[in-house]
Every structure is written in structure tokens, then in C-alpha cells.
């Protein structure tokens, strides 16, 4: 995604619709799956996947560390069921109707912030969102394990289509350990996704630590909250 360079690690990439769910169900018939689609698949259930539709909101910050140091804190509230969100930075709240486009710069500021802050947060829930494309590679063999390798490029959809990355993912866990942003075949950008607890029906990481950088982003103050209905 876009976004002015100090705030951010690296640029990106959301394929994200707002108006959607905060994912795509890929269904259940496994076997009938391309492999890039049955390995995106086990990780998108073993996140919480097939209970998607029961989450109404979720709340979280946002956080950038460098060499120690809080550069950037942001807190989100994303209420999935009215299609809204507040984006609050440095005590400066924005509202977004995520439904209609934003317009003025508080709101493309903001919009932008939620856009990449949420795919940290739910990456691994939106590998089948429309305009995602999976290609898997040869496994990986990286301090002495082996990782299930799964690149995601994006057709014309997020703020920054041209994007690639690289998922390793732990075979038995289906959970994403590490991740490449790959902005071209020269630069590769990994970060760790640690500290995976569960939220609600969900398990996310909370936690990722640059690989060779200074740079760490911790996601706290978690909520995920379900439809009052939903059964338990």
C-alpha cells in the first residue's frame, strides 16, 4: 500500500473491497482445490476461517517499533456489521464509511492507515479475496526447518496491485511463520508472524520482527467481537 515511508516498514498491499466481509469463503471440497488453493485453504481454517461470518467488530492497535523505539501507534474500531470504521492517530480521530469512497484528505490518510494495518492484522484470512493470486514454490528450508512456500500477487484490486509476497508456512500448523514483501526480484523484506493467539473464533499473530532490520510491529488491545446470535 502507499503510504509515507517513515510510518511504515514497506509499502503494503491490501486486496481488500470494503463493502465485502473481512474474507472469502473458499468452500469445503479440498480435493477439487488446486494445490496453491488446498495449502491457502488449511491456513485460512486453521485462522478461524469457517467462522468469519459470526465476527460484527473488531478493535486493535497498531504498532511500529524501531530500534526499540514507538514511531507509530495507531488504534482501529471496525464495525464489519455497518460497513464503518474510526482510524485514531496521534488523538486525532477519522470516521470512515468504508462503503462509499473517501474524499478528503483525512479520510484517504486514514483509509490508507486501516487498509494496511488490517491486512497485518488478518492476512491469513484473506488469501482468497477476490483478485488474490496463489502459486505455490518449492518448499523452503530456513534455520533448519522446512516451510510450505506460498506466493500471493494481486490482479487490479488494493491500493498497490503489483505487489508479491512469500508466505513460509508450518506444514502441521498451517500457520504463517514468515513472510517476504518483495517490491522487486533485487529487494526482499521478511518479517516473522509470531505470538498467534486466539480472538474470539479467531487466531491471529501478534507480533512480526524484521528479519535482518530494526524494525518490530506488535498488534494490541485486541477485540473481536461476534453476532449476538451466534451460536457458541
Known amino acids: ?9 514497506v509499502p503494503f498491499a491490501l486486496a481488500l473491497i470494503a463493502c465485502r466481509p473481512v474474507g472469502s469463503f473458499p468452500g469445503e471440497n479440498r480435493a ?3 494445490g496453491p488453493d488446498r495449502l491457502a485453504q488449511k491456513v485460512f481454517y486453521a485462522s478461524g ?3 468469519l461470518h459470526t465476527v460484527s467488530r473488531i478493535q486493535f492497535s497498531f504498532n511500529v517499533i524501531d530500534n526499540g ?14 460497513q464503518t470504521a474510526t482510524v485514531t492517530t496521534a488523538g486525532k480521530t477519522v470516521s470512515l464509511n468504508l462503503a462509499s ?11 490508507a492507515a486501516w487498509t ?3 491486512y497485518w492484522l488478518l492476512m491469513p484470512l484473506k488469501l482468497f479475496d477476490p483478485g488474490v493470486n496463489r502459486t505455490l514454490f518449492a518448499p523452503e528450508d530456513y534455520n533448519g526447518k522446512t516451510y510450505e512456500n506460498l506466493q500471493l500477487t494481486f490482479g487490479k484490486t488494493g491500493l498497490t496491485p503489483g505487489d508479491t509476497y512469500h508466505l513460509l508456512i508450518e506444514p502441521k ?4 511463520k514468515f513472510w517476504d514483501y518483495i517490491p522487486s526480484p533485487e529487494k526482499r523484506v521478511r518479517f516473522s508472524w509470531d505470538d498467534y493467539e486466539r480472538f474470539g473464533p479467531l487466531l491471529l499473530s501478534t ?3 524484521q528479519v535482518n532490520g530494526t524494525r518490530q510491529i506488535t498488534l494490541t488491545d485486541i477485540t473481536v467481537s461476534t453476532h449476538p446470535h451466534t451460536k457458541k
Not at 173 to 176: A, G, K, P, T
Open 1 to 9: 500500500m502507499t503510504f509515507p515511508r517513515p510510518l511504515l516498514v
Open 32 to 34: 477439487a482445490l488446486p
Open 49 to 51: 476461517g469457517k467462522e
Open 69 to 82: 523505539k514507538t514511531v507509530v501507534s495507531r488504534s482501529h474500531d471496525w464495525n464489519l456489521a455497518a
Open 101 to 111: 469512497p473517501t474524499t478528503t484528505s483525512d479520510e484517504k490518510s486514514a483509509f
Open 116 to 118: 494496511n494495518d488490517t
Open 173 to 176: 500448523l498451517n500457520r504463517v
Open 207 to 209: 507480533s512480526h520482527t
